[in-house]
T-cell receptor
């Protein structure tokens, strides 16, 4: 059972375009992390969101945690070729379990 | 440079071979992890070590044997693997484990393993 759904699975855009990718679940998370993984490398942590409704900005990247802490989005403004990679979300299950649940990722290609 | 190194970066081994993957973290973290990353599957957590003690083993076959001699080093010993074990094996570390959320993961570059 896939507890964290990421969409779209694949996205190919031109440099300068804006995009949004989504991470959705029916489960509540106490926090959610976003990572970017480049080919041949391990995932690199971008941000952690903890509070429902929280918005965090990292240069051209804007992360939002849903009010109910079941979903999150990542918006990239004016995408650049250096943004190319696999974007993974991972949520810490709420409650005593606290297991880290991973999505399948969104593979983004930004063409010059 | 994330502070977590892995060797080798690529490994091809036969089904009867024995090999080991090595991971070292320079971040002063207390927890270390082995993950398996395969196409079309979410990251699969294999083992968790907290302060050198194995705290989690997620039903991993015995042909994978982890070792954590100290809080900075982690090994994954491999023997009699199957072709379906071919994958990217990622090592990660974190300041804490589940007892102290959100325990962000810091990953190494991975070892691309091919079993022939």
């Amino acid at each position: 059972t896939q507890l964290l759904e990421q969409s779209p699975q694949f996205l190919s855009i031109q440099e300068g375009e804006n995009l949004t990718v989504y991470c959705n679940s029916s489960s509540v998370f106490s926090s959610l992390q976003w990572y970017r993984q480049e080919p041949g490398e391990g995932p690199v942590l971008l941000v952690t969101v903890v509070t429902g409704g929280e918005v965090k900005k990292l240069k051209r990247l804007t992360f939002q945690f849903g009010d109910a802490r079941k979903d999150s989005s990542l918006h990239i403004t004016a995408a650049q070729p250096g943004d190319t990679g696999l974007y993974l979300c991972a949520g810490v299950q709420a409650g005593n379990n606290r297991k880290l649940i991973w999505g399948l990722g969104t593979s983004l290609a930004v063409n010059p | 440079e994330t502070g977590v190194t892995q060797t080798p970066r690529h490994l091809v081994m036969g089904m009867t071979n024995k090999k080991s993957l090595k991971c070292e973290q320079h971040l002063g973290h207390n927890a270390m992890y082995w993950y398996k990353q395969s196409a079309k599957k979410p990251l699969e957590l294999m083992f968790v070590y907290s302060l050198e003690e194995r705290v989690e083993n997620n039903s991993v076959p015995s042909r994978f044997s982890p070792e954590c001699p100290n809080s900075s080093h982690l090994f994954l010993h491999l023997h009699t693997l199957q072709p379906e074990d071919s994958a990217l094996y990622l090592c990660a570390s974190s300041r804490h484990t589940r007892d102290r959320v959100p325990y962000e993961q810091y990953f190494g570059p991975g070892t691309r393993l091919t079993v022939t």
